[in-house]
């Protein structure tokens, strides 16, 4: 407590000192929560290990894992973007069908040789992805509408127009070579008795990256977390809320085309019927991540650890040979179970 | 029990304590209410009230300590248990359904049926009965978001009536009243208190107190320091036992304005049309001096100043910061010109209640921390703490949640947030609403050193002492239009009201 007669000069200090004795708690806290977690992974994995007679932990079956959540935590990172400002994002599951299929006509009829059709098709893609974004949040900063509605009106538009220009069929790359390396290539599989790691995983992990960073680096960022939490203050304090608001959506479709980029390469072919019901696999992703439905408050992080849970825990229930009916039982009841534990976790907190 | 034993209080609490991290809120109070008294409870943000009154209506649970309702032990746990002990609580920020009738709202909860049906026909005649006896005329039919602020308090109040309540808690109940609404609400206690009703009643308005309570009870640091008839309890006496020392004069002086002061800030026919119509509003603030703009609530101040500062956008007029015009097309555009507004709500207004200190105070300059790509958090936290030196802001760390800090310094957060920015405009939206009085000392210590500074200064209360002390001129609002202006020595409170209410032009 600042005592009024204490000097303002020793306040400073202490607060300095203070500041960094919260930071480092923090740090502290975080460390011991990825820890605890971390350690019940760990104990998990390894009685799964058995449990699965030792295939659990065969570096294959770890890649699996990895090349199988690329898709859900790509699409899960933008979600989370959307989830912060309390919006949602119904239309990316089409987004990425939509994408595949546009790509996949470009890359058809481009003639650039490998590289140059590459690039071409990956920005005509991003540019469809962020443009449908766009359009999402248009009525949404515009008039105000519940991006619910919106972003539900979109996904029935993207899916009806992939399945139009697809003529409801899959379409073959004419050409895959220029997206091969993407498709099923590894790097680093040149070192004896390691597996390598799958394209598609690191285009993953850049875009975590580089999104964990913007949100939680950049004024960008914070402005984001500052939409959610309060949207008025956040206006009078200056914050462009119309051009925020706009970006989220606009990241949601810009990872959605770059979910739609690596189906397209890993099946050689556009289909457009990509993506059905992936908005709702990542929504859980990012919720069992601990971001707030209510908005401001979300880590990219977060989201990825909760794509990844759901990944070993379809992949663990697979190698377990349990029926496919019951892994979804399992899945909603982990859903639910992790957002319970959040909400009794924020409670011991505020009751302490 | 003798019969000698006189009759035990509607109330009493024992040895209360609460405690939350890193403070203990309620530190063993005791405190009793008499059937049919008005007890106020005063003390500074922070004091424990609202803690103490929480626990009494079940909202939250005390560590220890012992309740007793018409001298039996009973145990508090939740505010239906609260409810049917006959304690009604009203908050300061009310807990009406916004799209529900008054009659749906009066009965929510506790609604008469017919079988598996609501009977409305019956809600509809207890809510009017209950109205009636009071001598209370509300739109029955209309929706509680189109409430003025005292009918929805009315409504809250018929709430608690509907719901049998011998003991009524109310948290502020005139912050947002105009004086003819205030005595409308001590009539009514009044009446009330003849059918027995006891209030507790919090108020930060010292000089309200005589004029309704029977009794006082000063809370400071969580402790009740001390229990007294409101007649044998002084204005000074209360404020010298909240803040544990002796507070001088409440204004300070105002340094003059410099007869060559520039022009800082100069409105020219500004009109807007959110809310109360604004209407070709022109006037002038000068380097080192405070405009105050006086009127009744509703009257187009709050209006104005959102006009300014781009929070509305105006659809006629110019504004010009130190004779340069600015483009006022979003509250941006007004802070990149250097004007700064401290809204009248900042729970809903001007803080991001989830985060904390650190990120609330750069979040309208933001731009200033940022090296490179990124936001630097330890440049912020420099600034931050600096801030909170020089500001007091009590508060553990520049890592704590502001949802956890009291009133008067959650203010103080939206300060600072200001401060950092070095604007020269700053347009003060009723900024001791609701605040205690030694915060209240800080914050007009702050306007006179952002005077000395070159600043200009609007400033909108609904506290005519505070509009008169704290001006150099006044000006008076009504119907979204400056109706008079008087210098800092001819404003008197009959003047201004007179034209502020439209008896004189």
Not at chain 1, 158 to 185: K, Y
Request: glycine content about 10%; aromatic content about 4%; some cysteine.
């Amino acid at each position: 407590m600042a005592d009024p007669k204490v000097p303002q000069a020793d306040v400073k200090a202490v607060m300095d000192e203070r500041a960094g004795a919260a930071v480092a708690q923090k740090r502290r806290a975080a460390l011991l929560r990825t820890g605890g977690l971390a350690a019940g992974f760990l104990a998990l994995v390894l009685v799964v290990n058995v449990l699965a007679h030792g295939n659990f932990l065969e570096p294959q079956n770890l890649t699996n894992v990895l090349r199988q959540i690329t898709l859900n935590a790509i699409l899960a990172v933008g979600q989370t973007f959307v989830i912060i400002t309390a919006g949602i994002d119904l239309s990316v599951g089409s987004i990425v069908g939509l994408c595949g299929v546009v790509m996949t006509l470009v890359a058809n009829t481009l003639n650039l040789g490998g590289p140059g059709t590459f690039i071409v098709t990956l920005l005509v893609g991003l540019a469809v992805g962020c443009a449908a974004g766009y359009v999402n949040a248009l009525p949404v900063v515009r008039l105000g509408l519940p991006p619910f509605i919106t972003t539900l009106a979109m996904m029935q538009i993207a899916r009806g127009l992939a399945l139009i220009l697809a003529h409801g069929q899959p379409i073959p790359l004419a050409n895959s070579t220029p997206f091969d390396w993407l498709g099923t290539g590894y790097i680093f599989s040149g070192i004896p008795g390691f597996p390598g790691i799958s394209w598609q995983v690191l285009v993953m992990a850049v875009v975590a990256i580089v999104f964990a960073i913007l949100l939680g680096r950049t004024a960008f960022g914070r402005y984001v977390l500052a939409l959610g939490g309060n949207e008025e203050a956040a206006r009078l304090a200056g914050v462009d809320t119309r051009r925020v608001k706009t970006l989220v959506y606009v990241i949601s479709g810009g990872c959605a085309a770059i979910g739609g980029m690596l189906l397209m390469a890993r099946f050689s072919s556009g289909n457009p019927v990509n993506g059905t019901g992936a908005e709702l696999q990542c929504i859980a992703a990012v919720v069992v991540g601990g971001t707030s439905l209510m908005g401001g408050r979300g880590t990219i992080v977060g989201t990825f650890f909760g794509a990844l849970l759901i990944g070993v825990l379809n992949n663990v229930m697979n190698l377990l040979a349990i029926e496919s009916y019951t892994q979804q039982i399992v899945l909603g009841a982990v859903i639910l179970l992790a957002v319970v534990l959040d909400e009794l976790r924020k409670r011991y907190l505020a009751a302490r | 029990m003798t019969a000698a034993a006189p009759p035990p209080p509607l109330l009493r609490m024992t040895g209360i304590v609460k405690t939350f991290p890193g403070v203990r809120a309620l530190d063993g109070v005791s405190f009793e209410v008499e059937p049919g008294e008005v007890h106020a409870l005063v003390g500074e943000n922070g004091a424990g009230k609202s803690t103490l009154m929480k626990i009494l209506a079940g909202a939250q649970p005390a560590d220890s300590g012992e309740i007793d309702v018409d001298g039996k032990r009973v145990a508090i746990d939740g505010p239906r248990t609260a409810e049917r002990l006959g304690i009604g609580m009203i908050y300061q920020e009310f807990n009406l359904v916004p799209d529900l009738g008054v009659i749906e709202n009066i009965v929510l909860g506790v609604e008469p049926r017919r079988g598996m049906f609501l009977d409305k026909p019956a809600a509809a005649s207890e809510a009017a009965k209950v109205l009636g006896e009071l001598g209370i005329a509300l739109p029955l039919d209309r929706a509680a978001r189109r409430l003025s602020v005292a009918e929805q308090q009315l409504t809250e109040i018929a709430k608690c009536l509907v719901r049998k309540a011998r003991l009524i808690v109310m948290d502020e109940p005139t912050a947002a009243l105009t004086e003819r609404e205030i005595e409308a609400l001590f009539s009514l206690i009044r009446k009330l208190k003849a059918q027995n009703v006891a209030f507790v009643y919090i108020s930060h308005r010292l000089e309200e107190l005589p004029r309704i309570a029977d009794r006082i009870t000063v809370l400071r640091d969580g402790k009740a320091i001390e229990t007294r008839a409101a007649a044998q309890m002084p204005q000074d006496d209360v404020i010298r036992l909240m803040v544990g020392r002796s507070l001088k004069a409440h204004f300070p002086d105002l340094p003059p304005v410099a007869p060559d002061a520039p022009v800082v800030l100069d409105v020219r026919d500004v009109s807007a049309v959110s809310g109360v119509r604004v209407n070709d509003v022109a006037f002038q603030v000068h380097a080192g001096e405070i405009v105050g703009l006086a009127g009744l609530v509703g009257a187009g101040r709050t209006e104005i100043v959102r006009a300014i500062a781009g929070a509305d956008v105006p659809t006629k007029g110019e504004i010009r910061v130190d004779g340069a015009q600015v483009v006022v097309r979003s509250p941006r555009g007004a802070i990149r010109a250097g004007i700064a507004l401290i809204t009248e709500d900042r729970k809903a207004q001007g803080l991001v209640l989830g985060m904390n200190v650190r990120e609330n105070t750069t979040l309208a300059h933001l731009g200033l921390f940022v090296r490179g790509l990124f936001v630097d958090k330890s440049a912020e936290t420099q600034t931050t703490n600096t801030e909170i030196a020089e500001l007091r802001i009590r508060t553990p760390s520049a890592e704590q949640t502001v949802r956890n800090l009291s009133g008067g310094n959650q203010q103080k957060v939206v300060l600072a947030k200001w401060l950092i920015g070095h604007a020269r405009v700053f347009l003060f939206d009723e900024p001791t609403r609701g605040i205690d009085v030694g915060a209240k000392a800080e914050i007009y210590a702050l306007m006179v050193e952002l005077l000395r500074g070159g600043a200009a200064i609007v400033m909108v209360s609904s506290e005519l002492p505070e509009v008169l002390g704290m001006s150099h001129r006044v000006l008076v609002v009504r119907g979204g239009a400056i109706r008079a202006e008087f210098a800092r020595g001819d404003a008197t409170p009959d003047k201004v009201i007179a034209v502020a209410t439209g008896v004189a032009a």
